[in-house]
């Protein structure tokens, strides 16, 4: 007999199953004819032979029910029927099955929508090839304090081309941010300029056209792969845009290639033009060039530890003769990159979802726990009309997988809309993802339900299904809850107060951080601040870069509505570039590798735009003009790393890379600490020269912040008026209110701070709603037992007391085991907490009393209840 | 005299030594067998039809609707290639059991 007959009969026996009925009718009353019409010919009468005849068959039901009991699909109709039973039941108890229901859906929704945020962000494979296999390199520049590692440098990437020995091939992607021109109004967009190597490494290619070549990287032709995106927006996604001649920087570029839409790489998603990398000849040679990002791809076998190491030994032979020393270098894989923080949030998450699920399946077994006991006289009389032990148990599963489907149906339709919301979760340096219930999701949430609904269901169904009949019935539907059933129940509510107190210190903890990022000093006001950035590529000479920042914030500041405006490198907050060493006068040169600083060019207003607080000395004025000495305003980390207590006014530096030949920069005041890298970072030493005085090392971008009166966003229009009025061709990009930025930065403490309080909040009402619930049946379960007590002498006052601590005890055990957990797990998150040291024993005191607090709520009013009971009324219900 | 159970396990193998022959509908099998055994044998339907909707789902014997010599209609059952496979080898167990059942009983 194979599984294939087998199933093709069962198949058969789903779908044939009339025609089968009428076929074993046909077959039995054939069966009667036959045997009647021998009875007849014996002599009998008609009516008499029929009667003998179906004598002989035994019986028509009784032959009919034990050939479908044959059926090799037999079990699917005793299924059907406890599904029809278990339905039934949910319908007879309304209340019950719907917070049943309720409490499921809750568990598995919330299961469900961040599993597909965390599939989306964790699983999926990312839009390479073999994915797994690749990594970014990063130097590991401990000797300064700007960060712990460092983009590299060309140089290092090819050598490391050609004397490493664990990878395929490396790639490097530096930022080159593009104008388009030409045709339609100019725009800015964010472009990488890559190696040859780039598209090899990664294992993707063009959705049309070509990648460009070795040879067109050395030689810097101006060919260029663009977006999906940028393709369908500027192009309208025309195909013969392949060869076309556009517009880039001024010069023209042919389009070679059209990137897949799936396709996006490091830093970001909204990377619209490759272009190629074409490394200078002096930043081939060059180890202090720091803006390149290393993308490898691991040879096959060889392990992320091996690469280190062997990474590591070359790296510090290679910078050996640097005059900064030898440094190191730090490989993470790609997929730990893209992640970032996303990765913890998400695991810390998912696990909170699963305790909650779990809180749920805690709080489902206790009501059918008591319901079982409850439903003892049912159980009773089925058994006492020989339904077998496992045909009990087989029943009263069903009926809690009914619950549990009816829950999971529920909570995959509450997982949509919360999915909306985890979109925002999705890191920027990944694809744009739209979350949706896909196969994936289902699958997972189906698997996860049907767990839960077993865990949840078994030992109810187990507990319940054993009745003696003869006891159960005697016992006139009074329950028969041992002591080991209190035991259980009360284990089941140290266990959700226990994760209920998890996820709440965990929460509180966050909670004080997201607090704490909220209230950090940023060292100006954000309020009524619109920032643009614009470019200065289009004006050759440096005095035409100075004269064009100047007009534009002249026209800028004449719009109504503009208080001030000024300008800045780099807009605060967004990036961790320019950085560069120095030495200060004085200092051995030997000094130079171990300092870096945040460079920043500022016009003259624009501390006084921002609203920036000086400590010490003066802001930039109207005396300081191009002619005169180049002045720097540093910044609090700056002063305090070098000058401790003394005033560094009027001391002088030079940068590292101007040499001999640099300016000296005089230094004539202090600022309180701007937070240049993000709110999240750390601060950084960090020195703004007036952008008059950038003539040795400027930037080819300038940011412009606006303080404006009215609402920022409603003067854009008019300020893109203003720019275009100066020069048609000058593209307005990333214009944003500064407190958009902050917004964003903190997306993710945000998200995962909300997500995790109302998981925590959801614990802790599933967790009191399951003490009292215990408590509560436990009252009504000894309500003959008080009234002895209290016919005995016990005041109502010892019984609310006896219940109560009864009640707070349990939960006492739950919190001390959940402290602990608590411990454990904040551990675990210490990178959500952005280096932020939270309260942590005033968190567990608040969250303890709080449970204390609900718990005793939860105590108080079935051990009231207790306490009321009339000891005549209570012994009378024997 | 009390009709004897049919023993465990032999249900399977009388019915289809008796299918061997020729195709046969319920009612025939179930009098065929009182006949042969001399009337020995309790049949009783309800584990007979059990028993030829088994052998039949399991493609031992196949079923077709056909006109009895009286006229109507009846579900007859047929060997198929399997059933006689699986008769030779049922026949085969069933003759060595009897054998040494026989020859435990005798030398007792």
Redesign the interface.
Known sequence: MTLWHRLVSIVRWIFRRNRAERDLNDELEAFVDMAAADETRDGATPAEARRRAVLQLGGLEQTKECVRGARHGAWLDVAGRDVRYGLRQVRRNPAFSAIAVATFALGIGGLAAIFSAFDAVLIRPLPYTDAERLVMIWDAMGQTDITARHNSTPAELLEWRRLNSVFTDLASTQPGDATLSGGREPERVPARKVTWTFWSVLGVGPMLGRVFTENEDNNGARVILISHGLWQRRFGGASDVIGREISLNDEPYEVIGIMPQRFYFMPSREIDIWMPASFPPSMRTNFTWHDAEIVARLKPGVTLDQARQSMEALSLQLTAKDSRGPHSVVIIPLREEIAGRTRTALILLLSASAALLLIACVNLTNLLLSRGIARSREVAVRAALGASRGRLVAQFLVESLVLAALGTVAGLTLAVPAMRFLERLVPEAMGAVRLTLDWRVLAFSTAAAIGAAVTFALAPALRGSRVAPLEGLRDGGRSIAGPRSHWFQQSLIVVETALAVVLLTCGGLLLQTFQHLRNTDVGFRTEKLLTFETQLFRYKDFDRRVAFINSELDAVRAISGVVNAGAISRIPFTNLADATFYWLEGQPRTEIPKQVALMRNVSRDYFATVGATLQEGRFFNAADQASTLPLAIINEPFATRHFGSRSPLGQRFKFGSTGEKGHWYTIVGVVKPIREAGVLEKMKPAVYRLHEHCDQIGTLETGIVVRTAVEPASIVPAVRQAIWSLDKDQPLARIRTMEEIVDRQLSTPTQSTELLGAFALLALVLASLGIYGVLSYAVTQRTNEIGVRMALGATSNQVLLSFGKRGIAVALVGLAIGIVLAGIASRLMQTLLYGFRPDYITTVIAVSAIVIAVAALACLVPARRASRIDPMIAVRQE | MDKLDIPQGTLDLMILTILVREPM???GV??RLATLSGDQFRV????L???L??LE???KLKAE?RA?E?N????YYRLTASGRRQLDQHRERWNRVSVAVASVLEGA
Not at chain 2, 44 to 47: E, I, R, V
């Open positions: 509908h319920g009612y179930s009098q009783n339907p309800g584990s039809f059990p028993s909707y088994r789902q399991d493609g609707w009895t009286n109507r209609r009846a579900k």
